[in-house]
């Protein structure tokens, strides 16, 4: 992202009557006073962002010190007003639905404002309230007193990572699931539950799964099965398969309004989207004007800290890339990037284990492309907004913006919209209506019918064809924008990462260690990584920069420094243990004593992706590791993986289980994770001389005990 002059620079050579040449330089005179009074009320927009952001921070951290309970129940107030979650009178006669969602991604969200808009067709004797669990309550003990009040509620909750809830959901799962002593409480909630996981993972909609068996167990009554979406197929069916079955349910209890049949065809609830009425000679162009990028950064950065749901956080900060280095050596085919964000004088902080998350843009050749398929001008200038004039929301919909605007397309479609993905059925149906050629319309309505499920299935699941790939292959669909960026181009999602440092060693530093994603896809496309292709490519001396956050991680080392561990991370899976090696390093240093630790590290060839080679050497002639274990699967004449090494090392395994040691897991989730847990499985039930259910039962144990941690994705 390129550098932008800064606001206060802005200011101060406004007050001294400057118009700074490079902001300026090429006006003609007469039009000097007129470039003068844009800048002026550019540099007022700054200001008041400024102001805004820091009038957040400061409300926010006197929340946090005062922890005054009527504080956070305004603030939970105003997010939920901002969401058009607000509360509606208590008299009014209606049944209430409390429609919950736990959400990584958005895709639990969308799937509740979905429901819940149909619903408002469907039922006039009901209101329908869409609710961010984090939000529900304020203070943990308040969940109980509110979810005792619903009578009818729906839940959309995900599971992410290593059968884990999603962050917004993550306070209010721990309070639910760790209320054993509550009995039975909720006789008067009927309920649904629909779960959004990935059946290639272990722990396929765990948390959808564990909140459905409460909920009976603690007195609710189920009104149908809990729904399993599967992402890894099309989970869009899932959600359309659980929701038909809802629907007797619903209609029973809320009792269904008469209405013609074509009145039940519910329409997306598209944005308005106004364009800029400036003529181009007077439109300015953020690569030309780095005052209004200013603008525009700050109005992105405010409001991402207030929207952003998929993450714990107090605000998400620019940090400038530091340094960056190819970590693989001229001889590989491959490449992997060491990246190193700037994080003095921010006030962000994090711990080891946590992660990194990183807002980049799609490239610019993608960006192109999509610049051509919607029939744009990139310097077009837009609005978009989710409400009439009058302020009223558009068909009584809650959809806020997706991003700040006025903006260019050119800058929408870098950095807000999610190309490069496979389209969902929605989207396709978006396409159709807005497709000149009949035939492309009949053609993209088959393929998000029912009827065309499989072709649907092999054509753009299977195949991985892009939300671009779609379009070109139905070049007469061409949505307006607020349509495209509502309904057809979901939202570019951070992109998470292991921080592969330790504050002890780089307290002003966070470093992130990422494979480039490059790949032919099925369908003859070379897929590109969106954020690994950024990072790979990010520049320090042109001040390359990306807006970044820190997640907390549950990953961390043993309190005591004696307890010895075993890490176990192929590839990139090494980037945490990079971290504890160094926060072990520092502890050495400082005089503590320090228990045995050895590291399975798996990558094809010695002499061309043995990453951090150098460094690892040095954690074994410091003391911060015992034992460096290697797993070369190109190298030999047999492949060799992080799982065959461990069975070879199954005793001295089965001694750190013993003495009370912890076992770390860092990679991919679908494989190598997979193939490390039955590993430990034998090694507990050989070496335990334990039968199978109660070698099982002890790797259990050690998960609950915290003893057994794994980071995969």
């Given at each position: 992202m390129d550098s932008a002059a800064g606001p206060m620079e802005l200011v101060a050579a406004l007050l001294r009557g400057i118009t700074p040449a490079e902001l300026a330089g090429g006006v003609p005179a007469g039009e000097r006073a007129e470039v003068?009074?844009?800048?002026?009320?550019?540099?007022?927009?700054?200001?008041?962002?400024?102001?805004?952001?820091?009038?957040?921070?400061?409300?926010?951290?006197?929340?946090?010190?005062?922890?005054?309970?009527?504080?956070?129940?305004?603030?939970?107030?105003?997010?939920?007003?901002?969401?058009?979650?607000?509360?509606?009178?208590?008299?009014?006669?209606?049944?209430?639905?409390?429609?919950?969602?736990?959400?990584?991604?958005?895709?639990?969200?969308g799937f509740a404002k979905a429901l819940a808009e149909e619903a408002k067709a469907r039922y006039d004797k009901a209101t329908f309230k869409v609710i961010d669990l984090d939000d529900y309550a304020a203070e943990d003990e308040d969940y109980e007193e509110k979810l005792k009040k619903e009578k009818l509620a729906l839940f959309f909750v995900a599971t992410y990572g290593d059968g884990e809830p999603t962050d917004n959901a993550a306070r209010f799962y721990k309070w639910f699931t760790e209320g054993n002593e509550r009995g039975v409480w909720l006789n008067d909630l009927?309920?649904?539950?629909?779960?959004?996981?990935?059946?290639?993972?272990?722990?396929?909609?765990?948390?959808?799964?564990?909140?459905?068996?409460?909920?009976?167990?603690?007195?609710?009554?189920?009104?149908?099965?809990?729904?399993?979406?599967?992402?890894?197929?099309?989970?869009?069916?899932d959600f359309n398969a659980w929701k038909e079955s809802l629907w007797p349910e619903l209609d029973r209890l809320l009792g269904m309004k008469m209405m013609y049949p074509q009145a039940l065809h519910i329409q997306l609830?598209?944005?308005?989207?106004?364009?800029?009425?400036?003529?181009?000679?007077?439109?300015?162009?953020?690569?030309?004007?780095?005052?209004?990028?200013?603008?525009?950064?700050?109005?992105?950065?405010s409001i991402l800290a207030d929207d952003l749901i998929s993450c714990k956080l107090q605000c998400i900060l620019r940090a400038n890339v530091a340094v960056r280095r190819e970590l693989h050596s001229p001889a590989s085919d491959r490449s992997c990037t060491h990246l190193e964000f700037d994080i003095a004088g921010t006030g962000l902080t994090y711990e080891t284990g946590d992660h990194v998350g990183v807002y980049t843009e799609n490239c610019p050749e993608v960006v192109d492309e999509a610049e051509r398929l919607l029939g744009y001008s990139p310097e077009t200038y837009f609005t978009i907004h989710a409400d009439k004039e009058d302020g009223k929301p558009l068909d009584g919909g809650s959809l806020a913006p997706p991003f700040p605007s006025p903006i260019t397309v050119r800058n929408a479609l870098a950095r807000y919209a999610d190309l490069l993905n496979s389209p969902k059925k929605s989207a396709l149906v978006a396409l159709a209506t807005y497709a000149s050629d009949p035939a492309d319309a009949d053609r993209l309505k088959f393929l998000a019918s029912p009827a065309g499920k499989d072709e649907?299935?092999?054509?753009?699941?299977?195949?991985q064809r892009s939300l671009l790939e779609v379009m070109a292959e139905f070049p007469s669909a061409k949505p307006p924008l607020g349509v495209f960026f509502a309904a057809v181009a979901?939202?570019?999602?951070?992109?998470?990462?292991?921080?592969?440092?330790?504050?002890?060693?780089?307290?002003?530093?966070?470093?992130?260690?990422?494979?480039?994603?490059?790949?032919?896809?099925?369908?003859?496309?070379?897929?590109k990584g969106v954020c690994s292709t950024w990072i790979k490519n990010a520049n320090p001396s042109e001040d390359s920069w990306a807006p970044i956050f820190v997640r907390q991680s549950n990953f961390k080392l043993p309190a005591d420094p004696s307890v010895p561990i075993i890490m176990i991370g192929p590839g990139t899976g090494l980037a945490p243990f990079r971290g504890f090696l160094q926060e072990r390093l520092v502890q050495k240093e400082s005089g503590a004593e320090l228990g045995r630790s050895i590291f399975f590290f798996g990558c094809r060839n010695s002499k061309m992706d043995f990453i951090y080679e150098d460094e690892l050497n040095?954690?074994?002639?410091?003391?911060?590791?015992?034992?460096?274990?290697?797993?070369?699967?190109?190298?030999?004449p047999a492949k060799e993986y992080v799982q065959h090494k461990m069975?070879?090392?199954?005793?001295?395994?089965?001694?750190?289980?013993?003495?009370?040691?912890?076992?770390?897991?860092c990679g991919d989730a679908k494989g190598m994770a997979k193939d490390v847990h039955r590993v430990l499985h034998t090694i507990v039930q050989e070496q335990g001389s334990l039968d199978s259910s109660k070698a099982e039962g002890f790797v259990k144990n050690l998960q609950t005990e915290g003893r057994y941690l794994r980071d995969v994705w």
């Open positions: 003068r009074a844009l800048l002026a009320t550019l540099a007022a927009a700054v200001l008041g962002c400024a102001l805004l952001v820091l009038w957040r921070r400061t409300a926010a951290g006197k929340k946090r010190k005062d922890a005054d309970k009527a504080s956070a129940a305004l603030a939970t107030q105003g997010k939920k007003a901002r969401q058009g979650t607000e509360e509606q009178p208590a008299d009014d006669g209606r049944k209430r639905v409390a429609v919950f969602f736990g959400t990584q991604t958005g895709t639990a969200e009927q309920y649904a539950v629909f779960g959004l996981g990935n059946r290639q993972y272990e722990h396929f909609n765990k948390i959808a799964n564990v909140v459905d068996d409460l909920l009976t167990e603690q007195g609710g009554n189920r009104l149908v099965p809990v729904g399993l979406g599967d992402d890894d197929q099309c989970i869009e069916d609830p598209f944005l308005n989207t106004g364009l800029n009425s400036l003529s181009p000679r007077r439109r300015p162009s953020w690569t030309e004007s780095s005052v209004l990028q200013t603008v525009m950064q700050c109005m992105m950065l649907y299935a092999q054509w753009i699941v299977v195949s979901p939202r570019l999602q951070p992109r998470y990462y292991s921080i592969s440092s330790s504050p002890s060693m780089a307290p002003t530093r966070i470093h992130v260690t990422s494979a480039l994603v490059r790949e032919t896809t099925p369908a003859g496309r070379v897929h040095n954690f074994l002639e410091q003391g911060a590791l015992s034992e460096l274990v290697l797993a070369l699967s190109r190298e030999g069975a070879q090392k199954a005793s001295e395994i089965w001694d750190v289980i013993s003495q009370g040691g912890y076992i770390y897991v």
